[in-house]
């Protein structure tokens, strides 16, 4: 634990250096964390969290992001994006996050020049190096600070210390936005990200905390933690017939059970696939 504090320390030092700061607030276990260290570090009068609106954030998420804020005496606004208009974006490629986090990073620094802040923040962690986030790249591309990242704090450091500071998300399920349940090279539309929204809300409101519903055309893969397999059973014909409902045609319960990042699982066979399309349609074009 005393390594843990050592840490918290350091990153206080690294806020108050940067002076200022805009957080990048979603109302996740990292941003909240990074807010309440950010109003520590530097006083809340010198903290703005924002946080963006879009088709991809969960209704629900925004309303706890402005409560907690609230809690926290933290100057919150709350921005309109659209991920969805990013050329590109819909389609879904695998640096689909590249694409979101330039685009935010795009609204929340110009923000932040108007309203005086000297650096723009977000809540990027250690852990996150070790997966495939093309997010980071943006945030190096346009000058977005990753404090937690740089004092190498990892997300479970990150719920010790929040529930030691009283923080009421050091137990929350991690959070993503909900292009991240349809598979790369599958187009992202609203009717996509809504099915997902409402089917996960169903599965949240029945108890389920740490869900994902993935997004495969018609069918919804559902993800658990291993341990509350047999609970999502108990509930199956309800869960088939709510997301039969909502529109999708068949209901599956995925076996390998919920883990951050399960469509990466399938990125070496897309760019393969991709790879080979490219390929072909050179050697068409050459004949």
């Given at each position: 634990?005393?390594?843990?504090?050592?840490?918290?320390?350091?990153?206080?030092?690294?806020?108050?250096?940067?002076?200022?700061?805009?957080?990048?607030?979603?109302?996740?276990?990292?941003?909240?964390?990074?807010?309440?260290?950010?109003?520590?570090?530097?006083?809340?009068?010198?903290?703005?969290?924002?946080?963006?609106?879009?088709?991809?954030?969960?209704?629900?998420?925004?309303?706890?992001?402005?409560?907690?804020?609230?809690?926290?005496?933290?100057?919150?606004?709350?921005?309109?994006?659209?991920?969805?208009?990013?050329?590109?974006?819909?389609?879904?490629?695998?640096?689909?996050?590249?694409?979101?986090?330039?685009?935010?990073?795009?609204?929340?620094?110009?923000?932040?020049?108007?309203?005086?802040?000297?650096?723009?923040?977000?809540?990027?962690?250690?852990?996150?190096?070790?997966?495939?986030?093309?997010g980071l790249q943006a945030a190096k591309d346009k000058g977005v600070y990753a404090p937690l990242q740089d004092v190498m704090l990892y997300k479970k450091e990150i719920r010790l210390l929040s529930k030691n500071m009283g923080l009421s998300t050091w137990d929350k399920p991690s959070l993503a936005c909900l292009s991240s349940r349809i598979p790369y090279g599958e187009k992202i539309t609203k009717e996509k990200l809504s099915a997902v929204e409402q089917a996960e809300m169903f599965l949240t409101d029945l108890?389920?905390?740490?869900?994902?519903?993935?997004?495969?055309?018609?069918?919804?893969?559902?993800?658990?933690?291993?341990?509350?397999?047999?609970?999502?059973?108990?509930?199956?014909?309800?869960?088939?017939?709510?997301?039969?409902?909502?529109?999708?045609?068949?209901?599956?319960?995925?076996?390998?059970?919920?883990?951050?990042?399960?469509?990466?699982?399938?990125?070496?066979?897309?760019?393969?696939?991709?790879?080979?399309?490219?390929?072909?349609?050179?050697?068409?074009?050459?004949?």
């Amino acid at each position: 634990m005393e390594e843990v504090w050592e840490k918290y320390n350091q990153l206080l030092e690294q806020l108050r250096s940067l002076g200022r700061i805009l957080v990048a607030f979603s109302g996740g276990v990292d941003s909240s964390f990074l807010l309440k260290a950010a109003i520590e570090g530097v006083g809340v009068d010198n903290v703005l969290a924002v946080t963006a609106d879009s088709e991809t954030y969960p209704m629900r998420e925004r309303e706890e992001a402005a409560a907690l804020a609230k809690d926290l005496g933290a100057r919150h606004e709350i921005i309109a994006t659209s991920e969805l208009s990013i050329p590109g974006y819909a389609e879904n490629p695998v640096n689909r996050c590249y694409f979101c986090k330039f685009d935010l990073f795009s609204h929340l620094l110009p923000i932040a020049k108007e309203q005086g802040y000297d650096a723009v923040a977000f809540g990027a962690i250690a852990d996150d190096l070790g997966d495939f986030r093309p997010g980071l790249q943006a945030a190096k591309d346009k000058g977005v600070y990753a404090p937690l990242q740089d004092v190498m704090l990892y997300k479970k450091e990150i719920r010790l210390l929040s529930k030691n500071m009283g923080l009421s998300t050091w137990d929350k399920p991690s959070l993503a936005c909900l292009s991240s349940r349809i598979p790369y090279g599958e187009k992202i539309t609203k009717e996509k990200l809504s099915a997902v929204e409402q089917a996960e809300m169903f599965l949240t409101d029945l108890g389920f905390r740490q869900v994902r519903v993935r997004h495969h055309d018609g069918l919804a893969r559902i993800e658990v933690p291993p341990e509350t397999m047999t609970e999502v059973l108990q509930y199956a014909d309800l869960i088939v017939t709510k997301l039969k409902k909502i529109g999708y045609r068949f209901v599956s319960l995925d076996l390998q059970g919920y883990r951050t990042g399960s469509l990466n699982e399938s990125l070496a066979a897309h760019q393969k696939k991709t790879s080979q399309a490219h390929q072909s349609h050179r050697e068409t074009s050459h004949v």
